[in-house]
């Protein structure tokens, strides 16, 4: 038995197998796959054939539905607050808000408030909704940001400007008074026209100097003719007197003979 195992475990003498492995040495790798210059990769993404999307049949898509933007409650309450303020008021100015504090804030709706002055704020948006249905449509570029409006029943600008020089973060952008559009430079130059009390004065002063320079034109040619009247018959009167003392000399003399 022993024998029988070694003869199947060991190899036979003199036997080849059929197939042998032969180990070669290694090649080095000489070629490298070189990248896709950038330019011609530029390229081929540009002409790279997309293919399109297949359409889908009428029948599969839902029909397209607009919605409509319904203003609510608050809008339209707001929007007739706009409407009254600038139906109301004389004089409407624009300011536009930087940051002014709470505390800044109240001092100056106090100090506007001694010359009947209110600071309004409404949302840009309900502003610049009304405006182009409005005869004020030019305004619209001055809602732009944090802005506010500071308005009054009178044109009272002088005081404005006065309390706006308090509060450097308030900036006047523009307004509307008395129905005319004026840009900044413009409130300021009509900050500087006299008050309506001294232009009536001015005026009455000078339709009353108009009157008594007519008046006097008029009684200017009568008066006139009345002193070369009167100097007339002086002279008249003068040459008269010599005449009727030559007369009465001769007859002086025959009484005395």
């Known amino acids: 038995m022993a024998a029988t195992l070694c003869g199947r475990i060991l190899p036979r003498t003199g036997w080849v197998p059929l197939a042998q492995s032969v180990r070669h040495g290694s090649k080095a790798v000489t ?13 081929m993404a540009v002409t790279e054939y997309i293919p399109p999307k297949p359409t889908a049949p009428p029948g599969a898509l839902a029909p397209h539905t607009r919605k409509i933007d319904q203003e609510s409650g608050l ?29 800044d804030m109240l001092l ?21 909704s009304f405006l182009p249905s409005s005869q004020y449509c030019n305004m619209q570029p001055l809602f ?5 409006m500071l308005v009054s029943k009178e044109p009272k600008v002088k005081e404005m400007l006065r309390v706006l020089k308090s509060s450097p973060q308030m900036i006047l952008l523009g307004g ?7 840009s900044r430079e413009g409130i300021l130059n009509y900050s500087r026209l ?6 009536h004065g001015e005026l009455v002063g000078g339709l009353t100097m108009m ?12 008066a006139h003719l009345s002193a070369l009247l009167q100097q007339y018959i002086k ?8 005449e009727s003392a030559v007369q009465s000399s001769p007859k002086t003399e025959e009484a005395a003979v």
Do not use: W
């Open 31 to 43: 070629r490298h796959r070189k990248p896709m210059h950038i330019l011609k990769q530029k390229l």
């Open 75 to 103: 809008v339209k309450l707001l929007k007739k607050k706009v409407e009254t303020v600038f139906r109301e008021c004389k004089m409407i100015a624009v300011v536009q808000n930087n940051a002014t504090s709470a505390e």
């Open 108 to 128: 100056l709706k106090h100090r506007l408030h001694r010359y009947d002055i209110t600071i309004k704020f409404f949302p840009n948006q309900v502003i610049r």
């Open 144 to 148: 732009i940001g944090q802005t506010a």
């Open 176 to 182: 509307c008074i008395e129905n005319t559009l004026l």
């Open 194 to 199: 006299p008050s309506m009390t001294t232009v």
């Open 211 to 222: 009157t008594s320079q007519t008046v006097s034109v008029l009684q200017r040619h009568p």
């Open 235 to 242: 002279q008249q009167q003068s040459a008269d007197a010599p």
